[in-house]
């Protein structure tokens, strides 16, 4: 599985963007997609992951209420759209696959790194 990530930028304190990622490949084999971010200097955060049979999704506490994951069967894009955007979501954001269980028993909490395949990320920058 290859993944693409697109969509990142410079935007001002509130505004939005909408992330996307393409998967190419073995695409049957992903039953779950995440966003996970890693700012400057800090470790990787898990953002959302979403479960591909029924469209359950997570997400961080950091984010809930900003961020909604969502995605497009067809095309095989998962996107993330961003708003009331904060400093604090600077970050190099990622993909990643996986299966559906890695979605349903650790996207309660997203401190588990997905183990299927990863995109290159795409970088996020917000201005106050």
């Known amino acids: 599985v290859q993944l693409q990530a697109s969509g990142g930028g410079l935007v001002k304190e509130g505004g939005s963007l909408r992330l996307s990622c393409v998967a190419s490949?073995?695409?049957?084999?992903?039953?779950?997609m995440s966003w996970f971010r890693q700012a400057p200097g800090k470790g990787l955060e898990g953002v959302s992951c979403?479960?591909?049979?029924?469209?359950?999704?997570y997400y961080a506490d950091s984010v809930k209420g900003r961020f909604t994951i969502s995605r497009d069967n067809v095309n095989n894009i998962v996107y993330l759209q961003m708003n009331s955007l904060k400093p604090g979501d600077t970050a190099v954001y990622y993909c990643?696959?996986?299966?559906?269980?890695?979605?349903?028993?650790?996207?309660?909490?997203?401190?588990?790194?997905?183990?299927?395949?990863w995109g290159q990320g795409t970088k996020v920058t917000v201005s106050s």
């Open positions: 490949g073995s695409v049957l084999s992903i039953t779950s």
């Open positions: 990643a696959a996986d299966r559906e269980e890695y979605c349903s028993h650790y996207g309660t909490n997203l401190r588990q790194p997905p183990f299927g395949s």
């Open positions: 979403i479960i591909s049979s029924d469209d359950s999704a």
